[in-house]
Protein backbone atom coordinates (compact mmCIF):
# COMPACT_ATOMS: atom_id res chain seq x y z
CA UNK A 1 0.00 0.00 0.00
CA UNK A 2 1.55 3.55 -1.22
CA UNK A 3 1.04 5.90 1.88
CA UNK A 4 3.24 8.93 1.01
CA UNK A 5 -0.44 11.09 0.66
CA UNK A 6 -0.34 10.46 4.22
CA UNK A 7 3.23 10.75 5.65
CA UNK A 8 4.00 13.80 7.38
CA UNK A 9 4.51 16.87 4.86
CA UNK A 10 8.52 16.58 6.61
CA UNK A 11 9.08 13.05 5.72
CA UNK A 12 8.30 13.86 2.26
CA UNK A 13 11.13 13.38 -0.57
CA UNK A 14 12.46 15.30 -3.20
CA UNK A 15 15.01 13.62 -5.82
CA UNK A 16 15.53 11.15 -2.97
CA UNK A 17 15.98 13.75 -0.41
CA UNK A 18 14.32 15.17 2.55
CA UNK A 19 11.35 17.81 1.12
CA UNK A 20 12.77 20.37 3.06
CA UNK A 21 16.00 20.80 0.76
CA UNK A 22 13.58 21.57 -2.23
CA UNK A 23 12.75 24.33 0.21
CA UNK A 24 16.10 25.73 1.13
CA UNK A 25 17.47 25.04 -2.71
CA UNK A 26 14.95 27.46 -3.82
CA UNK A 27 15.19 30.19 -1.26
CA UNK A 28 19.14 30.20 -1.88
CA UNK A 29 18.67 30.09 -5.40
CA UNK A 30 16.90 33.74 -5.09
CA UNK A 31 18.89 34.92 -2.52
CA UNK A 32 22.21 34.41 -5.17
CA UNK A 33 20.10 35.57 -8.06
CA UNK A 34 19.12 38.90 -6.07
CA UNK A 35 22.58 39.00 -4.52
CA UNK A 36 24.35 38.47 -8.00
CA UNK A 37 22.43 41.00 -9.92
CA UNK A 38 22.91 43.74 -7.65
CA UNK A 39 26.42 42.97 -7.77
CA UNK A 40 26.60 42.87 -11.44
CA UNK A 41 25.03 46.18 -11.39
CA UNK A 42 27.06 47.99 -8.62
CA UNK A 43 30.23 49.61 -9.81
CA UNK A 44 28.91 50.48 -12.88
CA UNK A 45 25.62 51.93 -11.21
CA UNK A 46 28.41 53.83 -9.04
CA UNK A 47 30.36 55.33 -11.98
CA UNK A 48 27.66 56.05 -14.93
CA UNK A 49 27.34 59.00 -15.67
CA UNK A 50 24.27 61.47 -14.44
CA UNK A 51 22.76 61.38 -17.43
CA UNK A 52 22.50 58.18 -18.02
CA UNK A 53 20.97 57.30 -14.39
CA UNK A 54 24.09 56.59 -12.97
CA UNK A 55 26.20 58.43 -9.22
CA UNK A 56 28.71 59.43 -11.46
CA UNK A 57 30.95 58.62 -8.22
CA UNK A 58 35.24 58.07 -9.36
CA UNK A 59 36.60 54.72 -9.40
CA UNK A 60 38.64 55.27 -6.41
CA UNK A 61 34.68 55.77 -4.05
CA UNK A 62 33.13 53.22 -6.08
CA UNK A 63 36.09 50.78 -5.10
CA UNK A 64 35.30 51.58 -1.35
CA UNK A 65 32.37 51.36 -1.02
CA UNK A 66 31.96 48.07 -3.19
CA UNK A 67 34.90 46.42 -0.99
CA UNK A 68 33.52 47.38 2.51
CA UNK A 69 29.50 46.24 0.91
CA UNK A 70 31.39 42.95 0.22
CA UNK A 71 33.26 42.34 2.63
CA UNK A 72 30.17 43.06 5.32
CA UNK A 73 28.14 40.45 3.76
CA UNK A 74 30.35 37.83 5.04
CA UNK A 75 32.33 39.37 7.95
CA UNK A 76 28.42 39.45 9.28
CA UNK A 77 27.39 35.74 8.70
CA UNK A 78 29.57 35.83 12.28
CA UNK A 79 26.96 37.88 14.56
CA UNK A 80 24.46 36.11 11.85
CA UNK A 81 25.03 32.66 13.02
CA UNK A 82 25.31 34.00 16.74
CA UNK A 83 22.34 35.66 16.49
CA UNK A 84 20.44 32.68 14.98
CA UNK A 85 21.88 29.65 17.65
CA UNK A 86 21.40 32.42 20.64
CA UNK A 87 17.78 34.18 19.99
CA UNK A 88 15.88 34.02 16.63
CA UNK A 89 16.55 30.26 15.29
CA UNK A 90 17.88 29.85 12.03
CA UNK A 91 13.78 29.61 10.52
CA UNK A 92 13.06 32.88 11.53
CA UNK A 93 16.60 34.41 11.17
CA UNK A 94 16.94 33.14 7.32
CA UNK A 95 13.18 35.32 7.35
CA UNK A 96 13.91 38.25 8.97
CA UNK A 97 17.29 38.30 6.59
CA UNK A 98 15.51 37.74 3.52
CA UNK A 99 12.93 40.93 4.36
CA UNK A 100 16.15 42.94 4.65
CA UNK A 101 17.62 42.06 1.45
CA UNK A 102 14.80 42.86 0.03
CA UNK A 103 13.85 46.19 1.76
CA UNK A 104 17.56 47.09 0.76
CA UNK A 105 17.25 46.62 -2.77
CA UNK A 106 14.05 49.04 -2.93
CA UNK A 107 16.12 51.25 -1.23
CA UNK A 108 18.95 50.86 -3.80
CA UNK A 109 15.81 52.03 -6.43
CA UNK A 110 15.36 55.30 -4.61
CA UNK A 111 17.02 58.20 -6.29
CA UNK A 112 18.07 59.32 -2.52
CA UNK A 113 21.93 59.04 -1.75
CA UNK A 114 21.27 58.21 1.51
CA UNK A 115 18.85 55.23 1.36
CA UNK A 116 21.67 54.05 -1.27
CA UNK A 117 24.09 53.77 2.03
CA UNK A 118 21.41 52.74 4.19
CA UNK A 119 19.98 50.20 1.63
CA UNK A 120 23.75 48.78 0.96
CA UNK A 121 24.56 48.27 4.53
CA UNK A 122 20.75 46.70 5.30
CA UNK A 123 21.24 44.28 2.73
CA UNK A 124 24.54 43.08 3.91
CA UNK A 125 23.23 42.83 7.16
CA UNK A 126 20.51 40.56 5.39
CA UNK A 127 22.93 38.40 4.08
CA UNK A 128 24.39 37.80 7.32
CA UNK A 129 21.49 36.48 8.79
CA UNK A 130 20.39 34.53 5.85
CA UNK A 131 23.18 32.58 3.87
CA UNK A 132 25.02 30.88 6.17
CA UNK A 133 21.72 30.09 8.77
CA UNK A 134 19.62 28.50 5.10
CA UNK A 135 22.92 26.46 4.88
CA UNK A 136 22.87 24.89 8.58
CA UNK A 137 19.83 24.17 7.92
CA UNK A 138 20.32 21.74 5.22
CA UNK A 139 22.79 19.88 7.11
CA UNK A 140 20.10 19.51 10.40
CA UNK A 141 17.88 17.75 7.46
CA UNK A 142 20.16 14.54 7.47
CA UNK A 143 20.53 12.25 11.12
CA UNK A 144 24.15 11.33 11.73
CA UNK A 145 25.77 9.20 9.24
CA UNK A 146 23.51 9.86 6.76
CA UNK A 147 24.87 8.98 3.75
CA UNK A 148 22.92 11.79 1.42
CA UNK A 149 24.22 14.44 3.04
CA UNK A 150 26.95 15.71 0.79
CA UNK A 151 24.82 14.46 -2.33
CA UNK A 152 22.35 17.25 -1.02
CA UNK A 153 24.91 19.89 -0.93
CA UNK A 154 25.46 19.43 -3.94
CA UNK A 155 22.22 19.85 -4.97
CA UNK A 156 22.00 22.71 -2.86
CA UNK A 157 25.24 24.47 -4.63
CA UNK A 158 23.50 24.11 -7.70
CA UNK A 159 20.32 25.91 -7.09
CA UNK A 160 23.50 28.88 -5.81
CA UNK A 161 24.92 28.87 -9.52
CA UNK A 162 21.72 28.58 -10.80
CA UNK A 163 20.63 31.82 -9.51
CA UNK A 164 24.28 33.01 -9.64
CA UNK A 165 24.11 32.46 -13.49
CA UNK A 166 20.47 33.71 -14.16
CA UNK A 167 20.83 37.45 -12.07
CA UNK A 168 23.27 39.10 -14.45
CA UNK A 169 21.38 37.72 -17.64
CA UNK A 170 18.16 39.82 -16.11
CA UNK A 171 19.73 42.09 -13.79
CA UNK A 172 22.54 43.70 -15.81
CA UNK A 173 19.53 43.57 -19.35
CA UNK A 174 17.21 45.68 -17.31
CA UNK A 175 19.77 48.01 -15.34
CA UNK A 176 22.04 48.67 -18.38
CA UNK A 177 19.75 48.80 -21.10
CA UNK A 178 16.21 50.33 -19.42
CA UNK A 179 16.71 51.63 -15.82
CA UNK A 180 19.19 51.10 -13.01
CA UNK A 181 16.96 51.35 -10.68
CA UNK A 182 13.98 48.95 -12.16
CA UNK A 183 16.96 46.71 -12.49
CA UNK A 184 17.33 47.03 -7.82
CA UNK A 185 13.29 46.45 -7.86
CA UNK A 186 14.19 43.14 -9.93
CA UNK A 187 16.88 41.86 -7.29
CA UNK A 188 14.45 43.04 -4.71
CA UNK A 189 11.36 40.94 -6.32
CA UNK A 190 13.47 38.22 -6.75
CA UNK A 191 14.09 37.31 -3.15
CA UNK A 192 10.29 38.09 -2.20
CA UNK A 193 9.53 35.13 -4.29
CA UNK A 194 12.51 33.25 -2.35
CA UNK A 195 10.59 34.47 0.49
CA UNK A 196 7.11 33.54 -0.16
CA UNK A 197 8.07 29.73 -1.44
CA UNK A 198 10.03 29.26 1.58
CA UNK A 199 7.73 30.35 4.23
CA UNK A 200 5.25 27.85 2.01
CA UNK A 201 7.64 25.25 2.54
CA UNK A 202 8.65 25.58 6.13
CA UNK A 203 6.06 22.92 6.80
CA UNK A 204 8.69 20.73 4.74
CA UNK A 205 11.65 21.60 7.00
CA UNK A 206 10.36 19.11 10.64
CA UNK A 207 12.35 20.85 13.62
CA UNK A 208 15.03 21.96 11.27
CA UNK A 209 16.70 25.35 12.56
CA UNK A 210 12.97 26.10 14.08
CA UNK A 211 14.35 26.76 18.04
CA UNK A 212 17.56 28.19 18.73
CA UNK A 213 19.63 26.22 21.26
CA UNK A 214 18.50 26.11 24.65
CA UNK A 215 19.94 28.02 27.47
CA UNK A 216 20.83 26.05 30.62
CA UNK A 217 18.99 28.56 32.65
CA UNK A 218 17.11 32.12 32.98
CA UNK A 219 20.19 33.66 33.24
CA UNK A 220 21.63 32.53 30.47
CA UNK A 221 18.58 33.85 28.67
CA UNK A 222 19.22 36.94 29.92
CA UNK A 223 22.65 37.20 29.00
CA UNK A 224 21.83 36.50 25.42
CA UNK A 225 19.62 39.13 25.44
CA UNK A 226 21.56 41.60 27.03
CA UNK A 227 25.14 41.10 24.84
CA UNK A 228 22.56 41.36 21.48
CA UNK A 229 21.52 44.60 22.77
CA UNK A 230 24.68 45.78 24.07
CA UNK A 231 26.17 44.52 20.56
CA UNK A 232 23.57 46.05 18.76
CA UNK A 233 23.40 49.77 21.11
CA UNK A 234 27.19 50.24 20.36
CA UNK A 235 27.01 50.14 16.86
CA UNK A 236 24.40 52.47 16.93
CA UNK A 237 26.07 54.53 19.19
CA UNK A 238 28.90 54.73 16.75
CA UNK A 239 27.27 56.33 13.70
CA UNK A 240 25.54 58.82 16.32
CA UNK A 241 29.34 59.54 16.87
CA UNK A 242 30.24 59.66 13.10
CA UNK A 243 26.93 61.46 11.90
CA UNK A 244 28.22 64.32 15.05
CA UNK A 245 31.64 64.63 14.23
CA UNK A 246 30.69 65.12 10.47
CA UNK A 247 27.91 67.40 11.08
CA UNK A 248 29.99 69.32 13.44
CA UNK A 249 32.55 69.46 11.10
CA UNK A 250 34.85 67.91 14.17
CA UNK A 251 35.94 65.54 11.63
CA UNK A 252 36.12 65.21 7.93
CA UNK A 253 34.11 62.03 7.58
CA UNK A 254 34.64 60.71 3.47
CA UNK A 255 33.70 57.24 2.51
CA UNK A 256 37.98 56.73 1.82
CA UNK A 257 38.10 57.26 5.41
CA UNK A 258 35.30 55.25 6.41
CA UNK A 259 36.49 52.43 4.18
CA UNK A 260 40.02 52.82 5.69
CA UNK A 261 38.44 52.15 9.11
CA UNK A 262 36.39 49.62 8.28
CA UNK A 263 39.98 47.88 7.06
CA UNK A 264 41.89 48.55 10.20
CA UNK A 265 38.30 46.82 12.37
CA UNK A 266 38.37 43.97 9.51
CA UNK A 267 42.29 43.09 10.55
CA UNK A 268 41.68 43.47 13.98
CA UNK A 269 38.91 41.20 14.08
CA UNK A 270 40.96 38.31 12.16
CA UNK A 271 44.00 39.03 14.37
CA UNK A 272 42.07 38.85 18.13
CA UNK A 273 40.02 35.71 16.57
CA UNK A 274 43.00 33.95 15.89
CA UNK A 275 44.67 35.28 19.41
CA UNK A 276 41.83 33.98 21.17
CA UNK A 277 41.34 30.86 19.75
CA UNK A 278 45.21 29.92 20.48
CA UNK A 279 44.89 31.45 24.29
CA UNK A 280 41.77 30.34 25.30
CA UNK A 281 41.49 26.56 24.33
CA UNK A 282 44.09 24.18 26.41
CA UNK A 283 44.72 22.80 23.40
CA UNK A 284 46.94 19.49 22.26
CA UNK A 285 50.23 19.63 20.45
CA UNK A 286 48.40 17.74 17.37
CA UNK A 287 45.39 20.43 17.61
CA UNK A 288 47.45 23.47 18.16
CA UNK A 289 49.63 22.72 15.03
CA UNK A 290 46.24 22.03 12.79
CA UNK A 291 44.91 25.42 13.59
CA UNK A 292 48.40 26.92 12.46
CA UNK A 293 47.64 24.98 9.06
CA UNK A 294 44.07 26.63 9.39
CA UNK A 295 45.93 30.03 9.97
CA UNK A 296 48.02 29.91 6.67
CA UNK A 297 45.08 28.24 4.75
CA UNK A 298 42.95 31.16 6.04
CA UNK A 299 45.67 34.15 4.65
CA UNK A 300 45.97 31.99 1.31
CA UNK A 301 41.88 32.18 0.68
CA UNK A 302 41.81 35.70 1.36
CA UNK A 303 44.65 36.52 -1.28
CA UNK A 304 42.65 34.37 -3.50
CA UNK A 305 39.40 35.91 -2.86
CA UNK A 306 41.23 39.15 -3.34
CA UNK A 307 42.24 38.32 -6.72
CA UNK A 308 39.19 36.51 -7.71
CA UNK A 309 36.57 39.02 -6.60
CA UNK A 310 37.58 41.59 -9.57
CA UNK A 311 35.30 39.78 -11.37
CA UNK A 312 32.18 42.61 -9.71
CA UNK A 313 34.80 45.15 -10.11
CA UNK A 314 37.94 45.52 -12.17
CA UNK A 315 36.65 43.49 -14.49
CA UNK A 316 33.19 44.42 -14.80
CA UNK A 317 34.32 47.75 -15.52
CA UNK A 318 37.00 46.31 -18.15
CA UNK A 319 34.20 44.96 -19.64
CA UNK A 320 32.01 47.73 -19.95
CA UNK A 321 34.67 50.30 -21.28
CA UNK A 322 37.30 48.23 -23.14
CA UNK A 323 35.32 44.46 -24.47
CA UNK A 324 33.69 44.64 -27.46
CA UNK A 325 30.39 43.51 -26.80
CA UNK A 326 28.45 44.19 -30.19
CA UNK A 327 26.91 40.64 -31.73
CA UNK A 328 24.85 41.14 -34.78
CA UNK A 329 24.40 44.80 -34.27
CA UNK A 330 23.65 44.33 -30.62
CA UNK A 331 25.57 45.39 -27.75
CA UNK A 332 24.99 42.98 -24.99
CA UNK A 333 25.18 44.33 -21.40
CA UNK A 334 28.53 44.70 -19.54
CA UNK A 335 27.49 42.65 -16.94
CA UNK A 336 26.36 39.59 -18.95
CA UNK A 337 30.26 38.24 -18.15
CA UNK A 338 29.04 37.96 -14.40
CA UNK A 339 27.16 34.86 -15.69
CA UNK A 340 30.30 32.92 -16.80
CA UNK A 341 31.37 31.78 -13.51
CA UNK A 342 28.64 30.14 -12.57
CA UNK A 343 28.06 28.94 -15.42
CA UNK A 344 31.92 27.01 -15.46
CA UNK A 345 31.37 26.12 -11.80
CA UNK A 346 27.89 24.37 -13.51
CA UNK A 347 30.02 22.39 -16.29
CA UNK A 348 33.71 21.37 -14.57
CA UNK A 349 32.55 20.95 -11.04
CA UNK A 350 31.67 17.49 -12.09
CA UNK A 351 34.92 17.20 -13.87
CA UNK A 352 36.76 18.32 -11.19
CA UNK A 353 35.72 15.82 -8.71
CA UNK A 354 36.41 12.85 -10.99
CA UNK A 355 39.58 14.40 -11.43
CA UNK A 356 40.44 14.13 -7.55
CA UNK A 357 38.67 10.64 -7.37
CA UNK A 358 40.79 9.16 -10.40
CA UNK A 359 44.05 10.68 -9.06
CA UNK A 360 42.58 9.29 -5.78
CA UNK A 361 42.66 5.81 -7.05
CA UNK A 362 45.99 6.18 -8.41
CA UNK A 363 47.52 7.43 -4.97
CA UNK A 364 48.35 10.42 -6.83
CA UNK A 365 46.05 13.06 -5.66
CA UNK A 366 47.12 16.34 -4.50
CA UNK A 367 47.21 17.17 -0.76
CA UNK A 368 44.92 19.86 0.83
CA UNK A 369 48.11 22.33 0.61
CA UNK A 370 48.68 21.44 -3.25
CA UNK A 371 45.27 21.64 -4.20
CA UNK A 372 45.24 25.14 -2.57
CA UNK A 373 48.64 26.24 -4.35
CA UNK A 374 47.03 25.38 -7.62
CA UNK A 375 43.81 27.09 -6.76
CA UNK A 376 46.20 30.32 -6.45
CA UNK A 377 48.58 29.65 -9.48
CA UNK A 378 45.35 29.27 -11.49
CA UNK A 379 43.69 32.52 -10.52
CA UNK A 380 47.11 34.53 -11.12
CA UNK A 381 47.44 32.52 -14.77
CA UNK A 382 44.21 34.10 -15.60
CA UNK A 383 44.83 37.83 -14.53
CA UNK A 384 48.42 37.25 -16.54
CA UNK A 385 45.91 37.04 -19.46
CA UNK A 386 43.89 40.33 -18.50
CA UNK A 387 47.84 41.59 -18.57
CA UNK A 388 47.84 41.06 -22.21
CA UNK A 389 44.18 41.88 -23.12
CA UNK A 390 44.90 45.01 -20.88
CA UNK A 391 48.15 46.08 -23.82
CA UNK A 392 45.91 46.11 -26.80
CA UNK A 393 43.56 48.77 -25.41
CA UNK A 394 46.39 51.14 -24.29
CA UNK A 395 45.82 53.00 -27.47
CA UNK A 396 42.05 53.40 -26.66
CA UNK A 397 40.93 50.31 -28.62
CA UNK A 398 38.17 47.20 -27.29
CA UNK A 399 39.33 43.40 -27.28
CA UNK A 400 37.48 40.66 -28.15
CA UNK A 401 35.19 39.44 -25.26
CA UNK A 402 37.57 35.82 -25.58
CA UNK A 403 39.94 37.49 -23.67
CA UNK A 404 37.92 37.58 -20.15
CA UNK A 405 35.90 34.24 -21.23
CA UNK A 406 39.71 32.74 -21.02
CA UNK A 407 40.75 34.56 -18.24
CA UNK A 408 37.63 33.53 -16.02
CA UNK A 409 37.54 29.89 -16.99
CA UNK A 410 40.72 30.29 -15.50
CA UNK A 411 39.80 31.74 -12.21
CA UNK A 412 37.32 29.34 -12.00
CA UNK A 413 38.78 26.31 -12.20
CA UNK A 414 41.12 28.07 -9.32
CA UNK A 415 37.95 28.31 -7.51
CA UNK A 416 36.97 24.49 -8.18
CA UNK A 417 40.59 23.76 -7.04
CA UNK A 418 40.97 26.07 -3.54
CA UNK A 419 37.23 26.65 -2.62
CA UNK A 420 35.53 23.08 -1.93
CA UNK A 421 38.48 21.90 -0.71
CA UNK A 422 39.01 24.52 1.78
CA UNK A 423 36.15 23.86 3.34
CA UNK A 424 36.49 20.50 3.42
CA UNK A 425 39.46 20.74 5.01
CA UNK A 426 38.83 23.30 7.54
CA UNK A 427 36.07 20.96 9.43
CA UNK A 428 38.54 18.11 9.39
CA UNK A 429 41.47 20.26 10.72
CA UNK A 430 38.84 22.09 13.33
CA UNK A 431 39.18 20.88 16.90
CA UNK A 432 35.44 19.33 17.27
CA UNK A 433 34.75 22.11 19.85
CA UNK A 434 35.35 24.84 18.00
CA UNK A 435 34.12 23.37 14.35
CA UNK A 436 31.36 26.18 14.35
CA UNK A 437 33.84 29.15 15.03
CA UNK A 438 36.24 27.61 12.47
CA UNK A 439 33.75 27.88 9.57
CA UNK A 440 32.83 31.67 10.18
CA UNK A 441 37.09 31.96 10.17
CA UNK A 442 36.68 30.44 6.80
CA UNK A 443 33.61 33.20 5.82
CA UNK A 444 36.25 35.79 7.23
CA UNK A 445 38.86 34.83 4.96
CA UNK A 446 36.09 35.89 2.10
CA UNK A 447 35.43 39.03 3.48
CA UNK A 448 39.33 39.72 3.90
CA UNK A 449 39.67 39.14 0.21
CA UNK A 450 36.33 40.76 -1.11
CA UNK A 451 37.48 43.94 1.12
CA UNK A 452 41.43 43.89 -0.66
CA UNK A 453 40.01 43.60 -4.00
CA UNK A 454 37.24 45.88 -4.14
CA UNK A 455 39.80 48.18 -2.74
CA UNK A 456 42.39 47.60 -5.76
CA UNK A 457 39.77 47.93 -7.91
CA UNK A 458 40.06 51.43 -6.74
CA UNK A 459 43.21 52.16 -8.99
CA UNK A 460 41.04 50.94 -11.86
CA UNK A 461 41.61 54.79 -13.08
CA UNK A 462 44.78 55.73 -11.70
CA UNK A 463 47.62 52.94 -12.56
CA UNK A 464 47.81 51.52 -15.94
CA UNK A 465 45.55 48.67 -16.51
CA UNK A 466 48.69 46.09 -17.76
CA UNK A 467 50.22 47.13 -14.68
CA UNK A 468 47.39 46.56 -12.15
CA UNK A 469 46.62 43.33 -13.57
CA UNK A 470 50.29 42.16 -13.08
CA UNK A 471 49.70 42.95 -9.46
CA UNK A 472 46.90 41.16 -9.37
CA UNK A 473 48.17 37.87 -10.85
CA UNK A 474 51.77 37.99 -9.14
CA UNK A 475 50.66 38.22 -5.42
CA UNK A 476 49.15 34.88 -5.71
CA UNK A 477 51.36 33.26 -7.97
CA UNK A 478 54.08 34.13 -5.19
CA UNK A 479 52.16 32.97 -2.48
CA UNK A 480 51.22 29.84 -4.70
CA UNK A 481 54.62 29.11 -5.34
CA UNK A 482 55.76 29.53 -1.99
CA UNK A 483 52.83 27.27 -0.71
CA UNK A 484 54.26 24.38 -3.06
CA UNK A 485 57.74 24.84 -1.76
CA UNK A 486 56.38 23.92 1.66
CA UNK A 487 53.70 21.68 1.10
CA UNK A 488 55.79 18.50 2.84
CA UNK A 489 55.92 20.62 6.49
CA UNK A 490 52.38 21.97 6.13
CA UNK A 491 51.17 18.02 6.17
CA UNK A 492 53.59 17.23 9.01
CA UNK A 493 51.54 20.03 10.75
CA UNK A 494 48.01 18.65 9.67
CA UNK A 495 48.77 15.06 11.46
CA UNK A 496 47.21 12.67 9.81
CA UNK A 497 44.29 15.08 7.90
CA UNK A 498 44.86 15.10 4.00
Known amino acids: MNNSATRPAHEKQWLGHPRGLSTLFFTELWERFSYYGMRALLILYMTARHTDGGLEFDVAIAGAIYAVYTASGYMLSLPGGWIAD ?6 K ?4 GGIMIS ?3 FMLATPSIVLFYVGL ?7 GLLKPNASTMVGMLYKEGDARRDSGFSIYYMGINIGAFSAPLICSFIGEQINWHLAFVASGVGMIVGLIQYVYGTKYLGEAGKHPAPAKDDAEKQRRVR ?25 DITVERVANAFGIVLALIAVLTFAWIFMAGHWTRVERNRLLVIVLLFFCAALFWGAFEQH ?5 LFARDHTNRVIFGWEFPAGYFQSLNALFIVIFAGVFAWLWLALGRRNREPSSPSKFAIGLLLVGLGYFIMVAAAFFVSGGGRVSPFWLVTAMLFHTFGELALSPVGLSTVTKLAPARVAGLMMGVWFLAGSVGNYMGGRLAGFYETLPLPKLFAIVALVPIAAGLLLFMFVRPIKRL ?5
Open 86 to 91: NLLGHR
Open 93 to 96: SVIV
Open 103 to 105: AGN
Open 121 to 127: ATIAMGT
Open 227 to 251: NFVIGIGSIAAIIVLIIILDKTGTA
Open 312 to 316: GSSIN
Open 494 to 498: MGGVN
